[in-house]
T-cell receptor, first 113, second 115 residues
């Protein structure tokens, strides 16, 4: 069965610094991969997704993620953090033909002024 | 209105009450989902409906009863809940559940408090 591991339940960076949120998945074949963001008391919003096209995927709000098959990783990055990026971020994976996404446990991102 | 709409946004209910959560999607999607999100716990998939047919029930207690009358509407009927059922309940939909590549569109959730 698919699984997703997000390293670090809480990440704190300074405003303007690089944001790096880590995600590793387990799969024997390249899956579909997603990053979602959740602001307080809101639902999850899709940031970006990988569906076997380009390995570097650009999303909304300046975020991007790179699919690395050799490392089974799909880390999320943003060159310069903004205060509005403070939220919880979820990595998710889906097999082709699967009827559900499997979510990681989430990483809470805090931005320090 | 577009997207996935959940009502109510907040709900406080006693343990002996009966209430329902409603989810509506205007995206023409074929699958709908209920998730439970508790503090400091991972997202828990509760139910999956594909073309109005329940395809998954993840060992959810019978005090939660889903209903999907058509592909646009999903309900979660609640009765005799426990305080540990207090959580954010999220509804989601997806365009094509069989290929997995579309991801989900989520509603804003219903914050449920059981007193």
């Amino acid at each position: 069965a698919q699984s997703v591991t997000q390293l670090g339940s809480h990440v704190s960076v300074s405003e303007g610094a690089l944001v790096l949120l880590r995600c590793n998945y387990s799969s024997s074949v390249p899956p579909y991969l997603f990053w979602y963001v959740q602001y307080p008391n809101q639902g999850l919003q899709l940031l970006l997704k990988y569906t076997s096209a380009a390995t570097l995927v650009k999303g909304i709000n300046g975020f991007e993620a790179e699919f690395k098959k050799s490392e089974t990783s799909f880390h999320l990055t943003k060159p310069s953090a903004h205060m509005s990026d403070a939220a919880e971020y979820f990595c998710a994976v889906s097999d082709k033909g699967a009827q559900k996404l499997v979510f990681g446990q989430g990483t809470r991102l805090t931005i320090n002024p | 209105e577009t997207g996935v709409t959940q009502t109510p946004r907040h709900l406080v209910m006693g343990m002996t009450n009966k209430k329902s959560l409603k989810c509506e999607q205007h995206l023409g999607h074929n699958a709908m989902y209920w998730y439970k999100q508790s503090a400091k716990k991972p997202l828990e998939l509760m139910f999956v409906y594909s073309l109005e047919e329940r395809v998954e029930n993840n060992s959810v207690p019978s005090r939660f009863s889903p209903e999907c009358p058509n592909s646009s509407h999903l309900f979660l009927h609640l009765h005799t809940l426990q305080p540990e059922d207090s959580a954010l309940y999220l509804c989601a939909s997806s365009q094509d559940p069989w290929t997995g590549g579309y991801g989900y569109t989520f509603g804003s959730g219903t914050r449920l408090t059981v007193v």
